[in-house]
């Protein structure tokens, strides 16, 4: 029962983005796949199958979104829509620095609380 109406079928959110809220949904799509892959990787190292399993449920909706996104933007009736023009480039590379620097800020974090607990764990042995 494909009518070719977008709105006919199971209720749908139409969206219409420029160039720059494209490049920032795109920047954003791919800090939460970079996360999730790190949770992920973590997870396996410690043995954490539940992060493991968050990731596969999670990761494939994702990828599927990116996917309708290229799809769209394929179909565009603007020409040169296909390809990452600077407007969308800009927007995700703003995004994707900030997803570069919150991985070092959490890296230096993660490694500032493991000296803290390494040099309270060497005070205690100290004392004994």
Same mark, same amino acid.
């Given at each position: 029962?494909?009518?070719?109406?977008?709105?006919?079928?199971?209720?749908?959110?139409?969206?219409?983005?420029?160039?720059?809220?494209?490049?920032?949904?795109?920047?954003?799509?791919?800090?939460?796949?970079?996360?999730?892959?790190?949770?992920?990787?973590?997870?396996?190292?410690?043995?954490?199958?539940?992060?493991?399993?968050?990731?596969?449920?999670?990761?494939?909706?994702?990828?599927?979104?990116?996917?309708?996104?290229?799809?769209?933007?394929? /179909?565009?009736? !603007? @020409?040169?829509?296909? #390809? =990452?023009?600077?407007?969308?480039? +800009?927007?995700?590379?703003?995004? /994707?620095?900030? !997803? @570069?620097?919150?991985? #070092? =800020?959490?890296?230096?974090?993660? +490694?500032?609380?493991?000296?803290?607990?390494?040099?309270?764990?060497?005070?205690?042995?100290?004392?004994?």
């Amino acid at each position: 029962m494909t009518s070719g109406d977008p709105l006919a079928g199971p209720p749908h959110l139409l969206l219409t983005l420029d160039r720059q809220e494209t490049g920032t949904l795109l920047g954003v799509l791919a800090w939460v796949l970079g996360g999730l892959e790190m949770m992920r990787d973590r997870a396996e190292a410690v043995d954490e199958p539940t992060f493991v399993e968050l990731h596969a449920s999670i990761v494939p909706r994702l990828e599927a979104l990116l996917a309708m996104m290229n799809e769209a933007r394929q /179909r565009s009736p !603007f @020409e040169g829509v296909g #390809q =990452l023009e600077p407007e969308v480039e +800009a927007a995700y590379s703003q995004v /994707r620095q900030a !997803f @570069e620097a919150w991985v #070092q =800020l959490t890296a230096y974090d993660t +490694a500032t609380a493991a000296v803290a607990t390494h040099d309270d764990d060497a005070g205690e042995k100290s004392e004994n």
